[in-house]
Nanobody
């Protein structure tokens, strides 16, 4: 079991920045990768970025060059730096952990953090 706690969401003006945090606890040694997703009202969650335990990073096209994922292994935390935010970035942002053990792989989700980009 891995527990995730997201933070850092809030209200920001267009063009502003936010840094989301995802802190993991529990069976952190089993974590293979951590991802960020977002969900617009009435839609399914969309993948944004991922970082593996080895540090390999990949982004969705929607992340463009404005979002940056990073991790601090000493704190079991992953971050999503979001710059030049647009109103269309307004969504609930979730972190997702993939674990791998001899029993197979599992996914765990955080509770989500609201990001609102508005004047």
């Amino acid at each position: 079991q891995v527990n995730l706690e997201e933070s850092g969401g809030g209200l920001v003006q267009p063009g502003g920045s936010l840094r989301l945090s995802c802190a993991a606890s529990g069976a952190v040694a089993d974590i293979y990768s951590i991802e960020w997703h977002r969900q617009f009202p009435g839609e399914q969650r969309d993948f944004l970025a991922t970082i593996s335990s080895s540090g390999r990073i990949a982004y969705a096209d929607s992340a463009e060059d404005r979002f940056t994922i990073s991790r601090d292994n000493t704190k079991n935390a992953v971050y999503l730096q979001m710059d030049r935010l647009k109103p269309e970035d307004t969504a609930v942002y979730y972190c997702k952990v993939l674990t791998y053990t001899s029993a197979g792989s599992r996914a765990f989700w955080g509770q989500g953090t609201q990001v609102t980009v508005s004047i």
